[in-house]
């Protein structure tokens, strides 16, 4: 069964840092573009980065995580990564990668076809 499963959330301190993995069973991620997006309560999902691993490997952003979020991908393991620092109470949401098979999906949900069941992040002030 094709299926994206993240892990590595939990709670820090502000300021702090984690790392979220997301890693694939069943299919390559490097015939991918993968997205990493979050949904705060009470709040739309959002989207927060996005590797086009089919596509040179090119990245993007959301502006309120650039320069603090960093995305990559690691074939040998079939795992992205999202490391998170400097962390502030405003990251606090559940986060969730997504698969698309769009060179340059962005942000735009409709465009991604596999998504996993989210990991929470939870930053205390």
């Known amino acids: 069964e094709r299926q994206l499963v993240e892990s590595g959330g939990g709670l820090v301190q502000a300021g702090g840092s984690l790392r979220l993995s997301c890693e694939a069973s069943?299919?390559?991620?490097?015939?991918?573009?993968i997205g990493w997006f979050r949904q705060a309560p009470g709040k739309e999902r959002e989207g927060v980065a996005c590797?086009?691993?089919?596509?040179?490997?090119?990245?993007y952003y959301a502006d309120s995580v650039k320069g603090r979020f960093t995305i990559s991908s690691d074939s040998a393991s079939n795992t992205v990564y999202l490391q998170m620092n400097s962390l502030q109470p405003d990251d606090t949401a559940v986060y969730f990668c997504?698969?698309?098979?769009?060179?340059?999906?962005?942000?735009?949900?409709?465009?991604?076809?596999?998504w996993g069941q989210g990991t929470q992040v939870t930053v205390s002030s």
């Open positions: 590797i086009s691993i089919n596509s040179l490997g090119a990245t």
């Open positions: 997504a698969a698309s098979r769009m060179s340059a999906p962005a942000f735009n949900e409709i465009e991604y076809d596999d």
């Open positions: 069943e299919f390559t991620l490097d015939d991918y573009a």
